[in-house]
T-cell receptor, first 116, second 115 residues
Framework: DADVTQTPRNRITKTGKRIMLECSQT?????MYWYRQDPGLGLRLIYY???????NKGEISDGYSVSRQAQAKFSLSLESAIPNQTALYFC???????????????FGDGTRLSIL | AQKVTQAQTEISVVEKEDVTLDCVYE???????LFWYKQPPSGELVFLIR??????QNEISGRYSWNFQKSTSSFNFTITASQVVDSAVYFC????????????FGQGTRLTINP
């Protein structure tokens, strides 16, 4: 089983609908992140969380919200989806407890979201 | 603000050729980390390497090598004797050492290895 699991893997929906993307991890990491990938733009940070009670906005948080339900779960919501939110979304985790500086982030397989 | 630039949008080579992917970064931090990730056609992101700003030694892992030059703010990635399985999008990323330690990604380079 994957260490970082994103559901659904693919979703097509209509403008104005509320959508939730879910991320769960079995790595025991404390830090979780949501990114979106657009062609030619790389990945951009939407939100990040250091623990259950810590939520922070990233570079492009407008139109999104998140919930850290448990250390292992971090969900991303689009309250009223719009077509320019069509993208590939990635969840990532990292472990602040490890020594040796910034640890690599480990990514889920992504959710491909299309908003019509 | 931090910025990563991968000027090569797409590269196409024939199998067994060597290929270098360029990465140039900007940061005001004196301490930072650099990463390379691979995104194969299946879409997942695979971590390849981490380098901190104090370690300018080049690194080699099999056919892969990385050249970090702080003087030119570059962290280039070379694949020697390329193979079709190396075809992917490659991302360079920069991370601050304080605060969120969030990753700032370059735009990515799509590498195609033709048989």
């Amino acid at each position: 089983d994957a260490d970082v699991t994103q559901t659904p893997r693919n979703r097509i929906t209509k403008t104005g609908k509320r959508i939730m993307l879910e991320c769960s991890q079995t790595k025991g990491h404390d830090r979780m992140y949501w990114y979106r990938q657009d062609p030619g733009l790389g990945l951009r940070l939407i939100y990040y969380s250091f623990d259950v009670k810590d939520i922070n906005k990233g570079e492009i948080s407008d139109g999104y919200s998140v919930s850290r339900q448990a250390q292992a779960k971090f969900s991303l919501s689009l309250e009223s989806a719009i077509p320019n939110q069509t993208a590939l979304y990635f969840c990532a985790t990292s472990d602040s407890a490890l020594t040796g500086g910034n640890q690599p982030q480990h990514f889920g397989d992504g959710t491909r979201l299309s908003i019509l | 603000a931090q910025k990563v630039t991968q000027a090569q949008t797409e590269i196409s080579v024939v199998e067994k050729e060597d290929v270098t992917l360029d990465c140039v970064y900007e940061t005001r931090d004196t301490t930072y980390y650099l990463f390379w990730y691979k995104q194969p056609p299946s879409g997942e992101l695979v971590f390849l390497i981490r380098r901190n700003s104090f370690d300018e030694q080049n690194e080699i892992s099999g056919r892969y090598s990385w050249n970090f030059q702080k003087s030119t703010s570059s962290f280039n990635f070379t694949i020697t004797a390329s193979q079709v399985v190396d075809s992917a999008v490659y991302f360079c990323a920069l991370s601050e050492t304080m605060g969120a330690q969030k990753l700032v990604f370059g735009q990515g380079t799509r590498l195609t290895i033709n048989p």
